[in-house]
Nanobody
Framework: QVQLVESGGGLVQAGGSLRLSCAAS????????MGWFRQGPGKEREFVAA???????AYRDSVRGRFTISRDNAKNTVYLQMNSLKPEDTALYYC?????????????????WGQGTQVTVSS
């Protein structure tokens, strides 16, 4: 069992930055690939970024070059650095963990989910 707790969301103006953190419980964090997903108002949950056990990364096209996912296995934490934020990035951001080796883009491949942290970008 893995418990995930996100933090770092908030209200920011367009062009600003935020760093999301996701702290995981347990001693096997390095055995999981991790992902960030988001769900905007009236929208389905969508993939944002993922990082494999060996720190290979994957991004959705609309955030590539602006967002960076990273992990610190010593701290059981995965991060999402978000720069040049746009109003369309406004959403509830979720952290997720999967036993898969690779960086997964489908939410169906994830086994554990956090409760989410709200990111609001004003224009």
């Amino acid at each position: 069992q893995v418990q995930l707790v996100e933090s770092g969301g908030g209200l920011v103006q367009a062009g600003g930055s935020l760093r999301l953190s996701c702290a995981a419980s347990g001693r096997t964090f390095s055995s999981y690939a991790m992902g960030w997903f988001r769900q905007g108002p009236g929208k389905e949950r969508e993939f944002v970024a993922a990082i494999s056990r060996s720190s290979n990364t994957a991004y959705r096209d609309s955030v590539r070059g602006r967002f960076t996912i990273s992990r610190d296995n010593a701290k059981n934490t995965v991060y999402l650095q978000m720069n040049s934020l746009k109003p369309e990035d406004t959403a509830l951001y979720y952290c997720a963990a999967t036993r898969a080796v690779l960086a997964m883009t489908s939410p169906r491949r994830y086994d554990y989910w956090g409760q989410g942290t709200q990111v609001t970008v004003s224009s």
